[in-house]
């Protein structure tokens, strides 16, 4: 994106505001008109006063009345536009970076999960944070200054041509002049600036790494490591910051010396047009009014260009991210679901995060409502990510997945996702209180029920050692509580939303095994009536499962209940004698009791 395309696209942003940020750019138009109109009034009175001396007459204040009233007018309106101009382009600033970051951060949440899984979530704050504050101070500063400065170069500047063409021409050549150096050094700093950015960028991301896993780094004595490594990335970057700056400066100093050339270039033309009986002293004095202004101006462009500069890696990453597209999206009038009774079927779903590693392969199968299936595999054989697929964290490339015979895909998001509820892995709790971490199950839930699902949860000793009740603040990812605590709370989240479809992702992972057992009985309870997915590794714990999905590469290899499976020999079996939940004697014993057509099975 060009620098005029990135200046565009912001002032694009101002949205509903458009009509006063109109209002203001005519403001301008008018403050720019009178800022060349007060140099041609004093230009005026000089000729005036001159023509008296010369003539030997004495002028009184009826000769010069109409030009002061005129230049007081001109002063006055220009005070009271510039308040009304400085007072509403700070309000229509503030108004829309907030309503921005308020897109940015609703666009960002909806971003797929692979997205974020590859995007640092330091890098996206950032890209929030300074790509609005520079969108801020570009629309204050160009309704401010910067757009009475453009109307003054590019639509008043030619208007000199009209009063005297010579000093008219050479005025637009040094502003000319100025334009290709500021070009030039935009030119050769353009690159630069982008990776100085990117470097931002690093510092951010190792900063909020370091920051997240404080724990981790004391633990290790990581301390000036770390700080070793972030005092390098800030070396590198004022390793590369250094050559934009010293371009910059040049064309500042530049810039600034050109008061003083373009002063002196007016007055030594225009007194040798003087000599020549081609102008007056009133319009070399308008000049030299003009060229001061234009001066100015061009400070003011300069410093602008400059600040768009070194804004624009940013904003662009900005405008990068609000114009990343959703792999997972609604349907244009994608019908809400309502509550569903919860019967899933894969039909030959295939999915891969690269394109070349298929993470699911040819997937199918179908699950009654309330019935409990667990999914057992080693790390990477698709558990997760089949999952995924089904509360569309993302979509398959081929198959499709149904519940009550609806194609996923071809009902709204918001109403798939109502109707399932996940325990996930890792608790992921928000730095609030309890009680708003429950709500996030059921926004309008009464204390009573907070407390009911707390206790199915098994989580009501944890309530009784917090002083604040639900209040009580759990800090970043609930780091107040235990790995036992925190995941008792994020069942409850997800008793408490009480779906037709339940998802526990390894749901008993973090706690301890006496514990386990009560939540065991809870969530049994619980999973009665509504269709549950259990991700396991501890095979106990899915004992009493209806079917067992074992998964190997992307694929269902076995399927069947606990006995089935342990009488059948195969991968489970393994697994579960592993996990000294079979013995010889036993697996023999099931083998014994199954059913003809499981010990074919297991003999083929």
Same mark, same amino acid.
């Given at each position: 994106?060009?620098?005029?395309?990135?200046?565009?696209?912001?002032?694009?942003?101002?949205? #509903?505001?458009?009509?006063?940020?109109?209002?203001?750019?005519?403001?301008?138009?008018?403050?720019?008109?009178?800022?060349?109109?007060?140099?041609?009034?004093?230009?005026?009175?000089?000729?005036?006063?001159?023509?008296?001396?010369?003539?030997?007459?004495?002028?009184?204040?009826?000769?010069?009345?109409?030009?002061?009233?005129?230049?007081?007018?001109?002063?006055?309106?220009?005070?009271?536009?510039?308040?009304?101009?400085?007072?509403?382009?700070?309000?229509?600033?503030?108004?829309?970076?907030?309503?921005?970051?308020?897109?940015?951060?609703?666009?960002?949440?909806?971003?797929?999960?692979?997205?974020?899984?590859?995007?640092?979530?330091?890098?996206?704050?950032?890209?929030?944070?300074?790509?609005?504050?520079?969108?801020?101070?570009?629309?204050?500063?160009?309704?401010?200054?910067?757009?009475?400065?453009?109307?003054?170069?590019?639509?008043?500047?030619?208007?000199?041509?009209?009063?005297?063409?010579?000093?008219?021409?050479?005025?637009?050549?040094?502003?000319?002049?100025?334009?290709?150096?500021?070009?030039?050094?935009?030119?050769?700093?353009?690159?630069?600036?982008?990776?100085?950015?990117?470097?931002?960028?690093?510092?951010?991301?190792?900063?909020?790494?370091?920051?997240?896993?404080?724990?981790?780094?004391?633990?290790?004595?990581?301390?000036?490591?770390?700080?070793?490594?972030?005092?390098?990335?800030?070396?590198?970057?004022?390793?590369?910051?250094?050559?934009?700056?010293?371009?910059?400066?040049?064309?500042?100093?530049?810039?600034?010396?050109?008061?003083?050339?373009?002063?002196?270039?007016?007055?030594?033309?225009?007194?040798?047009?003087?000599?020549?009986?081609?102008?007056?002293?009133?319009?070399?004095?308008?000049?030299?009014?003009?060229?001061?202004?234009?001066?100015?101006?061009?400070?003011?462009?300069?410093?602008?260009?400059?600040?768009?500069?070194?804004?624009?890696?940013?904003?662009?990453?900005?405008?990068?991210?609000?114009?990343?597209?959703?792999?997972?999206?609604?349907?244009?009038?994608? #019908?809400?679901?309502?509550?569903?009774?919860?019967?899933?079927?894969?039909?030959?779903?295939?999915?891969?995060?690269?394109?070349?590693?298929?993470?699911?392969?040819?997937?199918?199968?179908?699950?009654?409502?309330?019935?409990?299936?667990?999914?057992?595999?080693?790390?990477?054989?698709?558990?997760?990510?089949?999952?995924?697929?089904?509360?569309?964290?993302?979509?398959?490339?081929?198959?499709?997945?149904?519940?009550?015979?609806?194609?996923?895909?071809?009902?709204?998001?918001?109403?798939?996702?109502?109707?399932?509820?996940?325990?996930?892995?890792?608790?992921?709790?928000?730095?609030?209180?309890?009680?708003?971490?429950?709500?996030?199950?059921?926004?309008?839930?009464?204390?009573?029920?907070?407390?009911?699902?707390?206790?199915?949860?098994?989580?009501?000793?944890?309530?009784?050692?917090?002083?604040?009740?639900?209040?009580?603040?759990?800090?970043?990812?609930?780091?107040?509580?235990?790995?036992?605590?925190?995941?008792?709370?994020?069942?409850?989240?997800?008793?408490?939303?009480?779906?037709?479809?339940?998802?526990?992702?390894?749901?008993?992972?973090?706690?301890?095994?006496?514990?386990?057992?009560?939540?065991?009985?809870?969530?049994?309870?619980?999973?009665?009536?509504?269709?549950?997915?259990?991700?396991?590794?501890?095979?106990?714990?899915?004992?009493?499962?209806?079917?067992?999905?074992?998964?190997?590469?992307?694929?269902?290899?076995?399927?069947?209940?606990?006995?089935?499976?342990?009488?059948?020999?195969?991968?489970?079996?393994?697994?579960?004698?592993?996990?000294?939940?079979?013995?010889?004697?036993?697996?023999?014993?099931?083998?014994?009791?199954?059913?003809?057509?499981?010990?074919?099975?297991?003999?083929?």
């Amino acid at each position: 994106m060009s620098l005029f395309a990135i200046y565009m696209r912001v002032l694009g942003e101002l949205g #509903p505001e458009k009509r006063l940020g109109v209002v203001l750019a005519l403001a301008n138009v008018l403050l720019a008109a009178a800022a060349f109109a007060e140099p041609m009034l004093f230009g005026a009175l000089i000729d005036r006063l001159s023509a008296f001396q010369g003539s030997g007459q004495r002028p009184a204040w009826s000769d010069l009345n109409a030009l002061i009233f005129a230049w007081a007018g001109f002063g006055l309106f220009s005070i009271a536009a510039s308040v009304f101009v400085s007072l509403h382009s700070d309000r229509i600033a503030h108004r829309r970076r907030l309503a921005v970051m308020a897109n940015y951060f609703e666009h960002a949440l909806t971003l797929p999960l692979a997205y974020h899984t590859q995007t640092h979530s330091g890098r996206v704050l950032k890209v929030m944070l300074e790509g609005t504050s520079g969108m801020w101070a570009l629309w204050l500063s160009f309704f401010r200054e910067h757009c009475a400065s453009l109307v003054a170069l590019f639509i008043l500047l030619p208007f000199t041509v009209w009063k005297n063409w010579q000093l008219g021409l050479l005025l637009i050549s040094l502003v000319v002049l100025f334009g290709a150096l500021t070009a030039y050094v935009l030119r050769k700093t353009d690159t630069l600036q982008s990776n100085v950015e990117s470097y931002h960028s690093n510092l951010a991301e190792r900063a909020s790494d370091a920051l997240g896993n404080v724990p981790v780094i004391q633990s290790f004595t990581r301390i000036e490591a770390e700080v070793r490594g972030l005092r390098s990335t800030i070396a590198s970057l004022l390793e590369a910051q250094l050559p934009v700056l010293s371009w910059w400066a040049i064309a500042t100093v530049a810039t600034r010396a050109s008061a003083t050339l373009t002063v002196l270039a007016i007055f030594v033309v225009g007194a040798w047009l003087m000599m020549q009986g081609l102008t007056t002293v009133g319009e070399i004095v308008t000049f030299m009014g003009f060229a001061t202004m234009l001066v100015g101006r061009l400070e003011q462009i300069v410093a602008f260009v400059n600040f768009i500069f070194m804004q624009a890696p940013k904003m662009r990453e900005f405008f990068d991210v609000l114009d990343t597209l959703p792999a997972v999206r609604d349907l244009p009038s994608a #019908p809400d679901a309502g509550r569903l009774s919860g019967a899933v079927a894969f039909e030959n779903v295939s999915f891969s995060y690269d394109g070349k590693r298929a993470a699911v392969q040819d997937m199918s199968f179908s699950v009654l409502p309330g019935e409990t299936i667990a999914i057992v595999g080693s790390t990477g054989s698709g558990k997760s990510t089949t999952l995924g697929l089904l509360h569309r964290a993302f979509d398959p490339q081929s198959g499709r997945i149904t519940v009550d015979g609806q194609d996923i895909r071809e009902i709204s998001l918001l109403s798939l996702r109502r109707n399932i509820g996940v325990v996930f892995q890792e608790p992921m709790l928000f730095a609030r209180s309890i009680r708003e971490n429950l709500s996030v199950g059921k926004p309008d839930a009464t204390e009573e029920e907070m407390l009911e699902a707390l206790d199915r949860a098994q989580a009501s000793e944890v309530m009784a050692r917090q002083t604040d009740g639900l209040d009580t603040l759990v800090g970043e990812r609930g780091r107040t509580l235990s790995g036992g605590e925190r995941q008792r709370l994020s069942i409850a989240r997800a008793l408490l939303k009480n779906p037709p479809i339940l998802i526990l992702d390894e749901a008993t992972s973090a706690l301890d095994a006496a514990t386990e057992v009560k939540l065991q009985k809870a969530l049994e309870e619980v999973m009665k009536g509504r269709t549950t997915f259990v991700i396991a590794h501890r095979l106990a714990t899915i004992r009493n499962a209806d079917r067992i999905l074992v998964f190997e590469q992307g694929q269902v290899i076995e399927m069947g209940t606990f006995d089935e499976l342990v009488a059948k020999g195969g991968r489970f079996e393994a697994l579960a004698r592993a996990q000294y939940l079979v013995t010889d004697k036993a697996a023999a014993l099931a083998e014994e009791a199954a059913s003809p057509l499981a010990r074919t099975i297991a003999v083929d």
